[in-house]
Each structure stands twice: as structure tokens, then as C-alpha cells.
């Protein structure tokens, strides 16, 4: 009896060591995951900041250049203007009153000044300006996909388990299966091409949900993209499988994994297509009004009806009156644009628009002034043929048709009484034909 | 004042100079030397072409015809500036093409000789050459 109860007591010890020895290894194994989930995850994070910095290094890189150009340009325009002070001066010649210039320049300054850029000595600093745009776009972004998001139910499942993953487990580690599958180099591979696979898919759905019909395609897309972000980023680290929340919600919902899988991958694919195509109508759509034709590289444009950026576009005209003939001023029109008036209700319908040489003469010179100073970005623009009678009835008038410098890059405001001798003042300093 | 946003040339027939004025973007008939013009290059005259080829036009040259000249046929206007010459070639080639003129090139119509069709005191007519070369 006493042995029996020694064996009885001695049963217990063993079994309670045993499972003391058990939890101390599931502890131990506990401890490396938390351990190698840290480690993940700072790598991530110190990845990820590392493409953010090349990123933002990329754009200031590309917007230095651009502000370099556009310097050297407005050097080119301020000598021209000195050269009509000093003729204004020496030949003692009209009062200009002022000199409109189209120049980006301006805006970049302005877009600094709005940004709450210092000034340094050497100039703006462009690199943190860029930068700080780039994060009001990226805040910008998010919330345009989150309230497209949040229109869609079918997007918001997907949407609230990518998030919900990224909150609480970033990498998924706790969630693979371990003890199924050894980490794999080749499901690592895996794992970082359908990262990159669902990172595209967020940018093409992004951009697609900024337009209209694209709309139906581009939020699912970029949903789907972000889930397929997160699944791939998770085997990257990891090297292990993973289910995406697409996946895990079909198999909730009583599909089997591989009719879930099955359901995913026809989805994508689906998705993928209509992304395409969608972006396919958007390209084709660029030849309509709607879209944004950059002039600086075309050096022909067909007869027709298109959208530009009016700093694009030059004057046909040197001179031009601060008054509208129809009334009101070029002031009045840059309160009213700045006021919150859009380009498209300003009287007088699209900008008329001559190709001569590749580049792109506006003939209504008061209205592009003041649709530049009021910092419009896109106005319409109706190309006419060279051969149209509109254009014959201007060419026939060379004080109506003589852009300072052939180039058009500047136009004097002048009333009317002293725009004859405005006129006589540039042809004699060879600034007009 | 008589204001007109465009002329034809049956108004050179009323009045031979016309005045263009680019701030109203309008003209209006000279009637009189006295009338303030910004610039000569603000007035249009009467005027007849002949091409190389013996083909007569009728039209307007601007200021002196130096710079710009109009010809009317087909019911509108052709016009050739010298600063302007991809435009100025496609309307050359435009008026070729309206009007059925048989020329191998259009450029082949260039130079025109021109004479103004003033005949009115105190004007005095006078005749020139235009090219756009």
C-alpha cells in the first residue's frame, strides 16, 4: 500500500516535472518567436524607411532639376526685361504698367511660401519643400482611399483585415504555421513578388479611384492590392506561407482553402483586367477635353479640343490691354479665379490656339494673363487649323499678331493710349518683328 | 464711327483704307489723314496681286505690305505674314487647294507683285513685292 502510494506519489512528481520541462519549452519557443518577430519587424520598419528616404530623395533630385531649368529661363526673361527698362528709360517712352510673365518659377516660389519654406541663403530649399509635399500627398492618398474604401462594403472587409493585421500582428508571424512549414527561400521569393504584385495593385487601383467609371475597379484593385501586400510581406519576412484576409474571410465564410485560394486567385485575376482596361480608357481618353496635354513635348498638335497647363502656352500678342472689351479687367478675372471661379465658366469659351514652329500661341492674350497670375492649372484649349479663316483675319494684322521676342514669353499690359508707342518701342529695340 | 469685327473686300469698294484698331480689335473706315492711328502697320489698303504665273488676286496689304498682305478669294481671307511662315505657307496652300488654282507647289505663287487701288486724295498708290522668303 505504502509502495503503491510511494509509486503513485512518484507518478505525480514525474508527470508534474514533465510538464513543467513542457511549458518551459513552449516558453522557450514563445520567447524566440517574440524574439524573431522583433527582429522582423525592425527590419521592415528600417527597409521601409530606407525605400521612403530613396523615394524622397528621387523626387527633390527630379524637382531640382526642374526648378534649375526653370531658373535659368527666368534669368533669360529678366535680362529681356531690363533690356525694355532701359530702352523705356533712354527713349523716354511709354509707361508699361506692368509685364505679365507665365513662369513656373513663380509658382515654385509660391508653392514654398504655402508650404512655410525658409528661404536659405543660396535660395528656397526645394528638397525639404519637396519633401513636405510629399507627405501632404501621402496624407492626401490616405485618406482618398479610405473614404473610397468606406463607400464600398465588398473593399471594407478586405480593408479592415489588412489593417486589422498590420495593427496587431505586422508581419503575421504569430499566425503562420510553424510547425507546418519550415521557412523557404523560395517562398520568400514568393512572398516578395507578391509584395511587389500587390503593391502595383494599389497604385494602378489608386489612380483609377480618382477617376469616374475607373472608380469600380480602382477601389477593389487597391484593396485587394493592399491585402496581397501585406500576405507577401508577411512570407517575405517570414519565408513561410501565409493565407491573405481574402482567403481567411472565404474560408469563414465555408469555402474550403483551396476553393478560397481558387476564389482569389480568379478575382485577381478579374481585377487585374478590368484594371488594365481601365487604364487603357484612360490613356485613350487623353485625345478628349478632359485630359492634360503637355505641350512641351509635341512639337504638332491636330486641330481639336484639349486641356493644358497655361503656363504652357505663349502670346501671340506684345502688348494688350488691362481692360476686357466685353468689360471688367485682368485684375477683376484673377479675384474672381482666385475666388474660387472655375476656368471653365470664364467667358469666352477655350483659349484659341495656333501651332506655329511646335510652339503653342494663344490668341487671347488678356484672359491667358490672368489665368497665369491667378496660378490656374488647366484651362481649355481649342488648337485651330493654320489654314483657318480666324487665323488669316489675325495674320493680316501684325500689331495684333507679334509676340516680344518671336517667343511670346512675356506680353506688356498697356492701356490703350499708350500701346502704339508700346509697340514702337519694342520694334525699335528688335523685340518684335 | 462704323465698327466692324471683320471686313470683306466689298467694303474696300466704300472706303479704301480701313483702320484696324488691335485694343477694340475692330476696324473701322479712314475717312480722314487726321484720324490718330497707333501705327501704319494699323492700316489696311486696297490692293490687287499678280502671282509669277500671271494669276491676279484682290486683297489688302498691311501698312506698307512689308510684313502682311490679305487675298480674298472664295468668299474669305487668305492671309501671308512674313513672321508667321509655317501659317502663312498652310493658308498659301489652303487658297491653292479652295480654289483650284493649278500650280505644282503653292510656294511657286510667291513672289506676288502688289498694287494698292487707293485712287483717292491724299493718298498716292503705290506698288511693291511680297515674299515670304
Keep these: 500500500m505504502a509502495d503503491a502510494f510511494g509509486n503513485a506519489i512518484g507518478q505525480s512528481i514525474v508527470g508534474q516535472m514533465m510538464a513543467t520541462e513542457g511549458e518551459k519549452r513552449t516558453a522557450q519557443i514563445a520567447s524566440n518567436l517574440a524574439q524573431e518577430t522583433q527582429q522582423a519587424n525592425s527590419q521592415i520598419n528600417s527597409d521601409f524607411a530606407r525605400s521612403q528616404q530613396e523615394f524622397s530623395d528621387q523626387i527633390a533630385s527630379q524637382f531640382d532639376a526642374s526648378v534649375s531649368r526653370d531658373l535659368d529661363q ?63 500627398q501621402d496624407t492626401a492618398k490616405r485618406s482618398a482611399v479610405q473614404s473610397a474604401v468606406e463607400s464600398g462594403n465588398y473593399s471594407e472587409a478586405v480593408r479592415l483585415a489588412s489593417e486589422s493585421l498590420r495593427a496587431n500582428d505586422p508581419i503575421g508571424y504569430a499566425l503562420a504555421n510553424q510547425t507546418q512549414d519550415a521557412p523557404s527561400a523560395v517562398t520568400r521569393a514568393l512572398g516578395g513578388l507578391r509584395l511587389v504584385g500587390g503593391a502595383i495593385d494599389v497604385g ?118 488691362p481692360n476686357f472689351s466685353s468689360g471688367g479687367t485682368i485684375s477683376d478675372l484673377v479675384a474672381e479665379l482666385r475666388a474660387g471661379k472655375s476656368v471653365d465658366d470664364v467667358r469666352g ?10 510652339k503653342a500661341f494663344s490668341l487671347d492674350n488678356r484672359r491667358l494673363v490672368a ?63 | 464711327m462704323l465698327l466692324k469685327k471683320e471686313i470683306s473686300i466689298g467694303d474696300f469698294d466704300g472706303c479704301p483704307v480701313w483702320h484696324f484698331d488691335p485694343d477694340l480689335e475692330q ?11 497707333g501705327s501704319i502697320d494699323e492700316l489696311h489698303f486696297h490692293a490687287k ?48 487647294r479652295d480654289g483650284g488654282i493649278q500650280v505644282d507647289n503653292p510656294s511657286k505663287l510667291l513672289p506676288l507683285k502688289f498694287m494698292t487701288l487707293i485712287n483717292r486724295e491724299p493718298y498716292v498708290d503705290w506698288s511693291g513685292e511680297f515674299d515670304l522668303g
Design chain 2, 27 to 37: 476696324f473701322s473706315p479712314l475717312i480722314s489723314i487726321d484720324t490718330p492711328i
Design chain 1, 349 to 358: 469659351g477655350p483659349l484659341r490656339v495656333i501651332i506655329e514652329d511646335g
Design chain 1, 74 to 136: 527666368f534669368a533669360a526673361q529678366q535680362t529681356e526685361r531690363s533690356i525694355i527698362g532701359a530702352a523705356e528709360a533712354g527713349f523716354n517712352t511709354p509707361r508699361i504698367q506692368a509685364l505679365a510673365i507665365p513662369t513656373s518659377v513663380q509658382a515654385a516660389i509660391n508653392d514654398a511660401a504655402a508650404l512655410n519654406i525658409t528661404q536659405t541663403s543660396g535660395g528656397f530649399d526645394f528638397k525639404s519643400a519637396s519633401m513636405a509635399l510629399r507627405q501632404q
Design chain 1, 204 to 321: 494602378i487601383g489608386t489612380a483609377l479611384s480618382a477617376t469616374g467609371v475607373g472608380a469600380y475597379v480602382g477601389v477593389p484593385l487597391a484593396a485587394y492590392g493592399a491585402d496581397q501586400y501585406v500576405t507577401g510581406s508577411r512570407s517575405l519576412v517570414t519565408g513561410l506561407g501565409a493565407d491573405s484576409a481574402f482567403v481567411q474571410a472565404g474560408e469563414y465564410a465555408g469555402l474550403s482553402p483551396f476553393a478560397a485560394q481558387a476564389l482569389e486567385l480568379v478575382t485577381g485575376l478579374g481585377l487585374n483586367v478590368g484594371g488594365t482596361a481601365a487604364s487603357a480608357a484612360r490613356v485613350s481618353s487623353r485625345t478628349g477635353t478632359e485630359s492634360l496635354l503637355d505641350l512641351s513635348s509635341v512639337t504638332d498638335i491636330s486641330p481639336g479640343l484639349y486641356r493644358v497647363d497655361p503656363t504652357q502656352l505663349r502670346f501671340s500678342q506684345h502688348v494688350a490691354s
Design chain 1, 371 to 433: 489665368f497665369n497670375a491667378a496660378r490656374v492649372e488647366s484651362v481649355p484649349i481649342q488648337v485651330l487649323s493654320r489654314s483657318d479663316e480666324t487665323v488669316s483675319t489675325l495674320l493680316r494684322n501684325p500689331t495684333r499678331f507679334a509676340p516680344i521676342a518671336g517667343e511670346g514669353q512675356y506680353i506688356a499690359i498697356a492701356p490703350a493710349a499708350e500701346q502704339s508707342a508700346a509697340w514702337q518701342l519694342l520694334r525699335q529695340n528688335g523685340l518684335i518683328r
Design chain 2, 49 to 96: 496681286f499678280v502671282s509669277p504665273q500671271g494669276i491676279e488676286f484682290r486683297g489688302s496689304v498691311t501698312g506698307q505690305g512689308d510684313t502682311a498682305i490679305g487675298i480674298w478669294s472664295n468668299g474669305r481671307w487668305y492671309a501671308l505674314h512674313k513672321g508667321w511662315k509655317q501659317t502663312s505657307f498652310e493658308q498659301l496652300s489652303a487658297l491653292v
